[in-house]
């Protein structure tokens, strides 16, 4: 068993694996930059905040090349990946400026990109972006989402893995 201390310092190594321990999905997170260009990163930090109003939460890096464009957009989108688009993942988790040539985009209601056949898509305008330790909290209200049938891409101790039987 790991333990790391928290007064005085925490190990963050040991504290990232404790915490890779919780399984999550895998999203693609989207808008547009301030020049309409698509801008986009793989986020697994993503949760549901509120039925009434629908609101979405998810994190981003401080230090993330990425944040100017979250911070500035008005929509964003999350889009939620199937086990099929492991590859996708990969690409948006790497700094690449090819990173919409793979996969069919198009742009949302709200002009954030979409993922054509992601398990879902929620497109969000945004209520807030908080700073919260090293990370900004994206709080997005939902004005248009898509769901479809299928297998989730889930991460879990720093891999990718599929979804096991039900219980």
């Known amino acids: 068993m790991t333990r790391g201390p928290f007064e005085g310092g925490a190990d963050t190594a040991a504290l990232r694996s404790a915490l890779g321990r919780f399984a999550t999905g895998v999203t693609l997170a989207t808008c547009c930059d301030r020049h309409g260009n698509p801008v986009g990163l793989t986020v697994n930090s993503f949760g549901a905040l509120s039925l009434e ?8 890096r401080a230090a993330s ?16 990946l199937t086990e099929a688009q ?9 700094p690449s ?5 793979l996969g069919r985009w198009s742009p949302g209601r709200y002009g954030a990109p979409v993922l054509a056949g992601a398990l879902a898509v ?16 994206f709080i997005g209200e939902v004005l248009h989402y898509t769901a479809h049938a299928g297998a989730p891409l889930l991460f879990h101790a720093s891999r990718y893995r599929r979804l096991g039987e039900p219980l």
Do not use: I, K
């Open 53 to 60: 109003p629908p609101l979405v939460q998810w994190a981003l």
């Open 86 to 94: 492991v590859e996708l993942s990969r690409r948006f988790a790497n």
């Open 65 to 80: 090349p990425t944040l100017a464009a979250f911070e500035a957009a008005e929509h964003f989108a999350v889009n939620v």
């Open 122 to 137: 929620f497109e969000c305008r945004r209520q807030a972006a908080e700073r919260h330790g090293d990370h900004v909290l």
């Open 97 to 101: 400026e090819r990173r919409f040539e």
